[in-house]
């Protein structure tokens, strides 16, 4: 347990209207991520942060911007909701550097956007 | 592209069998993970291979990385109900990492 939680766990919106999902960390790490998950592709990385207020994006950036104010704290936010970003997000710790380093993921957020 | 094919996609075995499952690449690994995902929770690590023909075990699970470093294997022993799940492997490369699609493996009582 990497002491990553995510909120809401579940919600449900409307097309066009904004969405901010929060992931929050208690052990200091640098590194922090969110991916979407579909049936049929995966996880695939939209943002990451290495470090308060340095961020960069992943394979499906568009549609998404991030924040990250706090170590213990990385927002993903829908500008304006699509219903192609109805997905499960989560978010993800990285736990060291070098070859050997590993993600440690939260309990995942079900978005759906009707 | 950093493409991670797995295989198969799905699986349903009985209780008490044995399977494998696949991850492969076009191009060369610096480390793999393998991680395991139940319904509704987040994937888990099960291990990190790094070196060409390394095998490691977890219990009834061995896993080996080929010997080129384009290729993983996950072989379960006596499959249980409790090893039903989405099998992800992983690279990472630079700050991102890259999933495959994964193996979704039920194993039926």
């Known amino acids: 347990d990497a002491g990553i939680t995510q909120s809401p766990r579940h919600k449900v919106t409307e097309t066009g209207t904004p969405v901010t999902l929060r992931c929050h960390q208690t052990e200091n790490h640098r590194y922090m991520y969110w991916y979407r998950q579909d049936p049929g592709h995966g996880l695939r990385l939209i943002h990451y942060?290495?470090?308060?207020?340095?961020?960069d994006k992943g394979e499906v950036s568009d549609g998404y911007s991030v924040s990250r104010s706090k170590t213990e704290d990385f927002l993903l936010t829908l500008e304006s909701a699509t219903s192609s970003q109805t997905s499960v997000y989560f978010c993800?710790?990285?736990?060291?550097?070098?070859?050997?380093?590993?993600?440690?993921f939260g309990p995942g957020t079900r978005l759906t956007v009707l | 592209t950093q493409l991670l094919e797995q295989s198969p996609q799905f699986l349903s075995i009985q209780e008490g069998e044995n399977l494998t499952v696949y991850c492969n690449s076009s191009?060369?690994?610096?480390?793999l993970q393998w991680y395991r995902q139940e319904p509704g929770e987040g994937p888990v690590l099960l291990v990190t291979v790094v070196t060409g023909g390394e095998v490691k075990k977890l219990k009834r699970l061995t896993f080996q990385f080929g010997d080129a470093r384009k290729d993983s294997s996950l072989h379960i022993t006596a499959a249980q109900p409790g090893d039903t799940g989405l099998y992800l492997c992983a690279r990472n490369t630079g700050n991102q990492f890259y999933f495959g699609t994964g193996t979704s493996l039920t194993v039926i009582p």
């Open positions: 191009s060369v690994f610096s480390s």
């Open positions: 942060s290495y470090g308060v207020k340095d961020t």
């Open positions: 993800a710790i990285r736990s060291a550097a070098g070859a050997t380093d590993t993600q440690y």
